[in-house]
């Protein structure tokens, strides 16, 4: 199982991950505005699961299979010109902050919406959207600036 289980968890295995959950909230969103609630919810529970199961594959990854050590962008790409870099950590730092913000907030906004609340589920819905769409978008626009934009070093 572990062995099976390194394999399959990696950076690329992660990104898609949040691409999915990203495609799930823009559908859950369109399904709303179609008054489709039984597919919205299906859409939205979805992007709940995937981001969850990319939270654990994330610090899988980096724990288990790497041991704790961060993978550096001037490692990774040493060819880059330093604006690249810059530009990267700011991504990555809004990425992560975000990320914080939203996982507790998607929570309370589905925990809203399954109760029924939904003056409130709305509400919070309108700020939970837009940050969890950034934080799933940034998760791809991270890994593709580390492992994609330049050729890997050797």
Known sequence: ??????????????????????????????????????????????????????????????LVIRGGKATEFKVQNPL??????????????????????VAPLALVTAYLGIRDRLRSHRRIARWTLPIWLYVSATGVVVYWMLYRLYEPAS
């Not at 999915?20 to 489709?36: D, F, H, P």
């Not at 880059?80 to 913000?101: C, G, R």
Request: a positive charge; hydrophobic letters at 55%.
């Open 80 to 101: 880059a010109e330093p604006w690249v870099a810059w530009l990267y950590y700011a991504i990555l730092l809004t990425h992560t902050i975000l990320a914080v913000v």
């Open 1 to 62: 199982m572990t062995e099976w289980l390194n394999q399959v968890v990696s950076p690329s295995f992660n990104a898609t991950l949040n691409g999915l959950s990203g495609l799930l909230l823009i559908l859950g969103y369109v399904t709303v505005k179609r008054r489709c609630i039984t597919a919205h919810k299906t859409c939205i529970f979805g992007a709940l699961a995937v981001s969850a199961l990319f939270l654990a594959s994330y610090l899988y990854l980096h």
